[in-house]
């Protein structure tokens, strides 16, 4: 039974052992050429590129998946209308090279990989015998005999495979259709802003993929940290949180189990009540700020006991459109029934008075923009100071000898950027 995924075109090799594999299936597949006289002439300079780029894109993502006990093969689209697109997020290996490399990979004399061709399926609509596409599958790639021994013989493991470079980490994305769609990846041209941000994650990852972070976790692969700032809503002013790290898809103690940076545990530094604390910046009202919890209502006649769904009442002001009128998903529990949805907003409101139309404003990407561009501050002061910190959204992980300076850090950047000193605390 195929347990595929799909096929990541951004793999690499970083060890010599993998890069020699690569180069005998190579050596392989000249000969191969040679003997059938499958080209006329030498393929040109840029041409070779491209094609050694696609063979390592290929052979790493086999190798991975053959290691990857969840699946065991891969899916990928080989229609011209994907290969001979132009996109910045596709990938060199994702071009017009691919087909015939694999047709010559999967060869009974090569065997370097098994494919089960997809198909698309289409069917009459009108009288007038015009067809529509309604369905189909991706092509499936599976490691063929040769490669498995190989990578048995050659004992490759996860630690020999890395992203390359060339994968875009400033990703735009298109607004979503509806409520739950997935938003598409849109192209941009390039100006000094975008070209900026790309710098800034070249080099935070350049760091990241050097430090000596490492993860015992069996289902986690630590070489997966390169991260990607992603922008949405077709806006470089929304969204441009990261996302990418392999420590984002774990529980906090699984991070703390698991997880060690220069050989020290791992502790994780949050920001407080961070939203609502960009929201009184945005205000410009830092002097009418409450002191203590902003999200105790019991002065408004709503108990302590009910403030993780006002939390949840909260989050859904911000990101919300227009005004919730039922309490989000998950608060329920937390709030009693005896208490309205509008008694909340109304004692929320009374709380809040100088940000409370702002709430309400459907600022929330633009607040994620600015959350992020203070966790990527961060990540770069302490860069400067040989401080290793993997970020996820609104908190760090840093190793636990480091706390300290951590903690300065990140309440002297949060302040830079909104004239506030906010809360650092242990997650």
């Known amino acids: 039974m195929n347990k595929a995924r799909a096929f990541n075109p951004f793999l690499c090799a970083s060890s010599d052992k993998l890069k020699t594999l690569i180069r005998e299936v190579q050596t392989q597949l000249e000969g191969y050429e040679?003997?059938?006289?499958?080209?006329?002439?030498?393929?040109?300079?840029?041409?070779?590129?491209?094609?050694?780029?696609?063979?390592?894109?290929?052979?790493?993502?086999?190798?991975?998946?053959?290691?990857?006990?969840?699946?065991?093969?891969?899916?990928?689209?080989?229609?011209?209308?994907?290969?001979?697109?132009?996109?910045?997020?596709?990938?060199?290996?994702?071009?017009?090279?691919?087909?015939?490399?694999?047709?010559?990979?999967?060869?009974?004399?090569?065997?370097?990989?098994?494919?089960e061709k997809g198909h698309s399926t289409f069917e009459v609509v009108d009288d007038d015998l015009n067809v529509a596409f309604v369905g189909g599958r991706q092509t499936i790639l599976m490691p063929g005999p040769k490669l498995l021994s190989r990578i048995e013989r050659y004992a490759i493991t996860r630690d020999d495979l890395s992203q390359a470079a060339e994968e875009e980490v400033v990703i735009l994305r298109s607004p979503k259709r509806h409520a739950n769609s997935i938003a598409e990846y849109e192209d941009y041209e390039d100006d000094q802003t975008t070209q900026a941000l790309r710098d800034q994650m070249r080099d935070i990852n350049a760091w990241l993929h050097?430090?000596?972070?490492?993860?015992?976790?069996?289902?986690?692969?630590?070489?997966?940290?390169?991260?990607?700032?992603?922008?949405?809503?077709?806006?470089?002013?929304?969204?441009?949180?990261l996302y990418g790290g392999f420590w984002q898809a774990m529980s906090s103690d699984e991070r703390q189990e698991h997880i060690r940076i220069n050989q020290d545990a791992v502790v994780e530094l949050d920001y407080g009540q961070m939203s609502l604390l960009l929201l009184y910046a945005e205000?410009?009202?830092?002097?009418?700020?409450?002191?203590?919890?902003?999200?105790?209502?019991?002065?408004?006649?709503?108990?302590?006991?009910?403030?993780?769904?006002?939390?949840?009442?909260?989050?859904?002001?911000?990101?919300?459109?227009?005004?919730?009128?039922?309490?989000?998903?998950g608060a329920?529990?937390?709030?009693?029934?005896?208490?309205?949805?509008?008694?909340?907003?109304?004692?929320?409101?009374?709380?809040?008075?100088?940000?409370?139309?702002?709430?309400?404003?459907?600022?929330?990407?633009?607040?994620?923009?600015?959350?992020?561009?203070i966790l990527v501050?961060?990540?770069?002061?302490?860069?400067?100071?040989?401080?290793?910190?993997?970020?996820?959204?609104?908190?760090?992980?840093?190793?636990d000898a480091d706390k300290g300076t951590t903690m300065r850090i990140m309440k002297e950047v949060f302040k830079d950027h909104t004239g506030i000193t906010p809360q650092v605390s242990l997650g």
């Open 332 to 373: 329920r529990k937390y709030v009693p029934s005896r208490i309205s949805m509008r008694e909340l907003l109304t004692a929320v409101e009374q709380k809040h008075p100088a940000i409370f139309p702002l709430m309400t404003s459907g600022l929330g990407m633009q607040l994620f923009r600015t959350e992020a561009d």
């Open 34 to 115: 040679a003997f059938h006289k499958s080209r006329k002439r030498a393929r040109r300079a840029v041409d070779q590129i491209t094609y050694e780029r696609t063979l390592e894109a290929i052979l790493c993502d086999l190798c991975a998946v053959a290691l990857e006990p969840e699946h065991n093969s891969l899916h990928l689209p080989l229609s011209n209308k994907v290969l001979r697109s132009k996109s910045r997020y596709k990938g060199t290996a994702l071009g017009k090279t691919l087909p015939d490399l694999l047709t010559m990979m999967s060869a009974p004399e090569m065997d370097f990989v098994l494919i």
């Open 210 to 241: 050097a430090a000596d972070i490492t993860c015992s976790h069996p289902q986690v692969n630590s070489a997966q940290r390169r991260l990607r700032r992603i922008f949405n809503n077709s806006d470089f002013a929304q969204g441009g949180r």
């Open 283 to 329: 205000a410009q009202a830092q002097e009418q700020l409450p002191s203590g919890d902003l999200y105790d209502l019991t002065e408004y006649g709503i108990p302590v006991i009910c403030r993780p769904g006002i939390k949840k009442v909260m989050q859904a002001i911000i990101n919300s459109p227009a005004l919730p009128k039922r309490l989000p998903k």
């Open 377 to 399: 501050g961060v990540l770069e002061a302490l860069r400067c100071q040989g401080i290793v910190a993997l970020p996820i959204h609104d908190a760090v992980l840093v190793a």
